[in-house]
């Protein structure tokens, strides 16, 4: 019978046995758009969770800011156009 010929260290014993714990991820689908989630999870490309909206995603909030940056601009805009008429009025 084979015998090893030196004794296994305590760094190579544990170097061995510190990879032992780790478990391969598992994935789930999302329920609303099928995006691969963590399961027991809300879906962070959706909101949903167990098919309710459950939270606001960062890309719909940054969508609604986008949408307030674009009001505010358009705002803006209408306020200098009225103001240039106004003095191009005033200087005729
Ligand atoms: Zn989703």
């Known amino acids: 019978m084979p015998v090893p010929k030196r ?11 510190a ?13 609303h758009c099928q995006e691969p989630i963590n399961p027991h999870t809300v879906c962070m490309n959706c909101g949903h969770y167990k098919g309710k909206k459950i939270m606001v995603t960062k890309k ?5 800011r986008g949408q307030e940056r674009q009001a505010v ?20």
């Open 7 to 17: 004794k296994t260290s305590k760094r190579r014993r544990d170097q061995r046995s």
């Open 73 to 92: 601009a358009q705002k803006l805009q209408a306020k200098y156009a009225q103001q240039e008429q106004k003095q191009t009025a005033e200087n005729k």
């Open 60 to 64: 719909e909030r940054s969508a609604k």
């Open 19 to 31: 990879n032992k714990g780790i478990k391969p991820q598992i994935f789930t689908a999302c329920s």
